[in-house]
T-cell receptor, first 111, second 111 residues
Framework: KQEVTQIPAALSVPEGENLVLNCSFT??????LQWFRQDPGKGLTSLLL?????REQTSGRLNASLDKSSGRSTLYIAASQPGDSATYLC??????????FGQGTRLTINP | SAVISQKPSRDICQRGTSLTIQCQVD?????MFWYRQQPGQSLTLIATANQGSEATYESGFVIDKFPISRPNLTFSTLTVSNMSPEDSSIYLC????????FGSGTRLTVV
């Protein structure tokens, strides 16, 4: 059974710092991995999608990497801003419409 | 990617009543997914809705409690029936487009 773990559970940093969020998964037979952002009480916004054959994806200040063999992904946020404060979720797609989520990292960027 | 309109965005309901949540997609999709996010938890898949057939429910979720309709390829509803305070959660619909896209969520509080 696939299990997805995100570390740390919460992170608080001053504005301007670069930071890394971690996601690990137990079964490397994945279709793709997706990073989402969730604001309190709201839905999910897709940030980056990495196919199983890819090593990384970039969008603006965000960069996500994938090491499928070791079961790890990282989300790198450069030059953090207060507006980046949210919960970040990674989700592994194993095909057959099975999306397995981690518990999320609650990020706070302090002005 | 697809755009999903979900409503209501939030509601406060009396126990024993039912609430129907609607999701409209701006393109035709074969499958729509319904998730629940309990307070402080990650997302759990409730069911998968195919147009023209009965929804497929995950373990722990039953049709009598969460009836789903899928009348066409762009629309679906989820009803939360005979509600109790334990049903207080965020409910989200989703489609698998280029990666997964989620609706904005329905924040349900049962009193």
């Amino acid at each position: 059974k696939q299990e997805v773990t995100q570390i740390p559970a919460a992170l608080s940093v001053p504005e301007g710092e670069n930071l890394v969020l971690n996601c690990s998964f137990t079964d490397s037979a994945i279709y793709n991995l997706q990073w989402f952002r969730q604001d309190p009480g709201k839905g999910l916004t897709s940030l980056l999608l990495i196919q199983s054959s890819q090593r990384e994806q970039t969008s603006g200040r965000l960069n996500a990497s994938l090491d499928k063999s070791s079961g790890r992904s990282t989300l790198y946020i450069a030059a953090s801003q207060p507006g980046d404060s949210a919960t970040y979720l990674c989700a592994v797609n194993q095909g057959a419409q099975k999306l397995v989520f981690g518990q999320g990292t609650r990020l706070t960027i302090n002005p | 990617s697809a755009v999903i309109s979900q409503k209501p965005s939030r509601d406060i309901c009396q126990r024993g009543t039912s609430l129907t949540i609607q999701c409209q997609v701006d393109s035709q999709v074969t499958m729509m997914f319904w998730y629940r996010q309990q307070p402080g938890q990650s997302l759990t898949l409730i069911a998968t809705a195919n147009q023209g057939s009965e929804a497929t429910y995950e373990s722990g979720f039953v049709i009598d409690k969460f009836p789903i309709s899928r009348p066409n390829l762009t629309f679906s509803t989820l009803t939360v029936s005979n509600m109790s305070p334990e049903d207080s959660s965020i409910y989200l619909c989703s489609v698998d487009d280029v990666g997964y896209t989620f609706g904005s969520g329905t924040r349900l509080t049962v009193v």
